[in-house]
């Protein structure tokens, strides 16, 4: 049986950098708590002679050759279309 304290749960929030009042990490405990003690029970199964399963569809990835293809379009007339550029490269907004 396991047994994780509220300090525990504040001390994961804290490193989760949350901020968490104590009913919540009071619930938080519990439902942990009830996630390791299922967890705890695939222990008692027997999987002697089971081979691990590691992908069940059959579906594989496709990879090509990487491959460059020449284009009639060139670098400047691919650059004149864009909104803006920057060092001869496509200049887009900061996504982070």
């Known amino acids: 049986m396991s047994t994780i304290t509220n300090d525990d749960v504040r001390h994961l929030a804290h490193l989760s950098s949350l901020q968490m009042p ?51 379009v060139s670098r400047r007339q691919l650059l004149a279309l864009a909104a803006e550029q920057s060092d001869n490269c496509v200049k887009v907004p900061k996504v982070l």
Do not use: C, F, H, M
Not at 22 to 37: F, P
Not at 45 to 54: A, C, F, I, R, W
């Open 22 to 72: 104590d009913v919540e990490a009071e619930s938080l405990r519990a439902d942990i708590e009830k996630i390791i003690n299922y967890i705890n029970k695939l222990d008692e199964l027997d999987t002697d002679g089971v081979e691990p399963t590691y992908q069940v569809t059959g579906l594989q990835n496709v990879w090509r050759d990487d491959e460059i293809i020449d284009s009639s």
